[in-house]
């Protein structure tokens, strides 16, 4: 797979383009990551890449002419735009799983106050991370590219990405590690029992109780199974 980030800050990528699993995938060739300036495409002396909003107001605004030549610098029939916006769709692991399976993700980062409307008729969807606002899509395009890369093959091992919060619409079991006593907090008895089916269902029913206090709106939407609604009734 093949990220480009479009962006007025590609000194902020870093540390984060050579850190642990991302780092990893990219030095093994499972997905490469390119960074392209924005300004590269003003034309003006002064490579300014916003202006004044028209109607008045605070701010400045990303101009059309710079954000889509380098849109239009990178893209391929096989591209994916996605432009980083509070506004956008809510993104979630169901859309890591989907831009996963694109060949070319396009993300393109505004700044400033926003970009120019004419400039989302020109990308295929607009994600936001979260009712918050960012001082730019930055960080929104790493949290994306983050969540996008640790799906593809070889990253991590299939199962640690199979059990995790999210992937069967419930978050994940607690977890523990050595030793069994902390200071006289113990690990629950059932996880040292060696008996991988009560485990399983002990972990199930962890799941079920966090999901149903924590995130109420999550557990709404997930369909219980019979064993799910029998551990739930314990
Ligand atoms: N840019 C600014 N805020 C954002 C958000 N919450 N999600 C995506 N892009 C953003």
């Avoid at 409307?117 to 994306?144: F, N, P």
């Amino acid at each position: 797979m093949r990220i480009t980030i479009l962006t007025l800050f590609p000194e902020m990528y870093g540390d984060f383009l050579k850190t642990s699993i991302v780092g990893r995938s990219i030095a093994r060739g499972i997905v490469s990551v390119d960074l392209v300036q924005i300004r590269d495409f003003a034309h003006d002396t002064y490579r300014h890449v916003d202006d004044t909003p028209f109607g008045g107001g605070a701010g400045m605004v990303m101009k059309c002419q710079p954000v889509l030549d380098a849109i239009n610098s990178v893209r391929t029939p096989e591209s994916y735009t996605v432009l980083m916006s509070p506004s956008g769709t809510p993104y979630s692991q169901k859309k890591a799983h989907e831009l996963s399976g694109k060949s070319h993700l396009i993300l393109l980062c505004g700044h400033y106050e926003g970009l120019d409307e004419r400039i989302s008729r020109h990308v295929d969807e607009e994600l936001s991370i979260g009712d918050y606002v960012l001082t730019g899509g930055e960080l929104a395009s790493m949290v994306i590219s983050d969540s996008v890369i640790r799906l593809l093959h070889g990253s991590i091992r299939p199962d640690s990405a199979e059990d995790e919060s999210y992937e069967n619409g419930l978050l994940e079991y607690p977890q523990y590690t050595q030793p069994a006593d902390y200071e006289g907090e113990q690990v629950p008895a059932i996880l040292l029992s060696g008996n991988h089916e009560k485990i399983r269902k002990w972990r199930l029913q962890q799941s079920l109780v966090r999901t149903r206090e924590r995130r109420p709106d999550l557990f709404g939407r997930h369909e219980l199974t019979g064993e799910e609604r029998k551990l739930l009734d314990r």
